[in-house]
């Protein structure tokens, strides 16, 4: 995920505060990954200075002093231009978990007993995010309904790749 892109998207809603910022974030797109404030207020630091977004009013509260940013039309026309990008479709042809199964048959490991713990650990995660999915907001329905998806098509590989480790096994050792 792009934060600077985001954290634009997010200001032209509205002039917001650095903490609102990372709310929000943490709100709608970091679910398991919540963004630290230092990573907002030096993405903030780096868009005033690209002329993406302008520093408001410093304003006194409770705790610190607290600046609002508003986005440019600079920072709009980015935005703009980002979101009719189409994002990198994957996966992309090198994965791990092919690189595993291919190492641990060029030095004789038993392939099969990766590709079965790999499985189990798919299983858990898919039950989590069933479990997110039954409990959680609508946001978090989609976004557990997009890991279930790459998560099922990563089970039909592994099943795959199982079913012809032999053939796999006689080409990689030759």
Same mark, same amino acid.
Do not use: N
């Given at each position: 995920?792009?934060?600077?892109?985001?954290? =634009?998207?997010?200001? #032209?809603?509205?002039?917001?505060?650095? @903490?609102?910022?990372?709310?929000?974030? &943490?709100?709608?797109? $970091?679910?398991?990954?919540?963004?630290?404030?230092?990573?907002?207020?030096?993405? +903030?630091?780096? =868009?005033?200075?690209?002329?993406?977004?302008?520093?408001? &009013?410093?304003?006194?509260?409770?705790?610190?002093?607290?600046?609002?940013?508003?986005?440019?039309? !600079?920072?709009?026309?980015?935005? /703009?231009?980002?979101?009719? #990008?189409?994002?990198?479709? #994957?996966?992309?042809?090198?994965?791990?978990?092919?690189?595993?199964?291919? =190492?641990?048959?060029?030095?004789?490991?038993?392939? #099969?007993? @990766?590709?079965?713990?790999?499985? $189990?650990?798919?299983?858990?995660?898919?039950?989590? +995010?069933? /479990?997110?999915?039954? !409990? $959680?907001?609508?946001?978090?329905?989609?976004?557990?309904?997009?890991? =279930?998806?790459?998560?099922?098509?990563?089970?039909?590989?592994?099943?795959?790749?199982?079913?012809?480790?032999?053939?796999?096994?006689?080409?990689?050792?030759?």
């Amino acid at each position: 995920m792009r934060v600077p892109m985001t954290l =634009l998207g997010l200001l #032209e809603r509205e002039p917001s505060h650095g @903490y609102d910022l990372k709310r929000d974030y &943490d709100a709608y797109f $970091g679910r398991g990954k919540p963004l630290p404030f230092g990573q907002v207020y030096a993405t +903030l630091a780096r =868009l005033t200075r690209d002329g993406k977004v302008v520093p408001g &009013d410093v304003e006194a509260g409770a705790g610190p002093d607290r600046k609002s940013y508003s986005i440019t039309s !600079s920072g709009k026309d980015d935005v /703009e231009a980002w979101l009719a #990008e189409p994002v990198e479709p #994957e996966p992309h042809l090198q994965t791990v978990l092919f690189v595993k199964v291919v =190492l641990a048959l060029m030095s004789g490991r038993d392939a #099969e007993r @990766y590709l079965d713990t790999q499985r $189990g650990a798919h299983l858990r995660r898919m039950r989590e +995010l069933t /479990e997110l999915k039954r !409990s $959680g907001t609508l946001v978090d329905t989609l976004l557990a309904d997009h890991g =279930l998806f790459h998560l099922e098509a990563d089970l039909r590989w592994i099943d795959v790749t199982a079913a012809r480790l032999d053939v796999l096994a006689q080409m990689v050792r030759s």
